[in-house]
């Protein structure tokens, strides 16, 4: 095997583990408290972090964003006019 494929991938998947571990963990400590609100309160944590974490962020400026693409297509239609004014095969 090529020792330099070994250097990348030894990290790769030790990181890969100490993730997925450190996930498990966090998981199986709320199943351990014995008084039932706090356990649930537990669980209502974890919910809210896995929440927050696949919560895609707003975008910042919506407005220019819009502006943004409007100019895109604009510049796409002035693009396609002028391909089609292209003699093909005349």
Known sequence: MN???LKFALPALVAVAISTSSA???EQSCRFI???PEREACYKRQ???LAAK???DAPANDGQ???TLRQ???DDDAVYRSINNICRGC
């Open 3 to 5: 020792s330099t494929v």
């Open 24 to 26: 498990a963990a966090v």
């Open 34 to 36: 014995q008084a039932k």
């Open 47 to 49: 919910e809210d972090e």
């Open 54 to 56: 696949r919560k895609p």
């Open 65 to 67: 964003s819009r502006d």
């Open 72 to 74: 895109m297509r604009q």
